[in-house]
């Protein structure tokens, strides 16, 4: 793998991630809009309450939910961002590690 290019798409993931949060729009929109619509917001809570669930489609407590560092705005949706950039490019090099080819280079 050549490295140039795994760093030059490092570098691009980071800047995307420490703009993401100055540029992303505060107001739900897609899916979540749409569940908001169409989901009794009363019969949601009271399902998720059952479950022992804090939001819906967890399973487990987030250690940064929604993108965020609770209590740290705009820097903690920054810092969130950046670790997660960093764990998902370190699961993939870590899976095209296990996957390469034995015979290429």
């Known amino acids: 793998m050549d490295n140039k290019i795994l760093v030059g798409g490092l570098v691009v993931a ?15 929109d897609g899916l979540e809009s749409t569940a908001e619509k ?6 949601l809570h009271k399902n998720l309450q059952a479950l ?8 487990a407590p987030s250690p940064m939910p929604d ?9 903690g949706e920054v810092i969130a961002m950046i670790v997660g950039t960093l764990i998902m490019v370190a699961l993939a090099y870590g899976v095209a590690i296990v996957l390469k080819k034995p015979s290429s280079n």
């Open 14 to 28: 980071i800047i995307i991630a420490i703009l993401a949060p100055f540029l992303a729009s505060s107001n739900p």
């Open 38 to 43: 169409v989901i009794n917001e009363e019969a």
């Open 52 to 59: 022992g669930l804090e939001e819906e489609g967890t399973v």
């Open 67 to 75: 993108y965020s560092i609770e209590g740290m705005g705009k820097v």
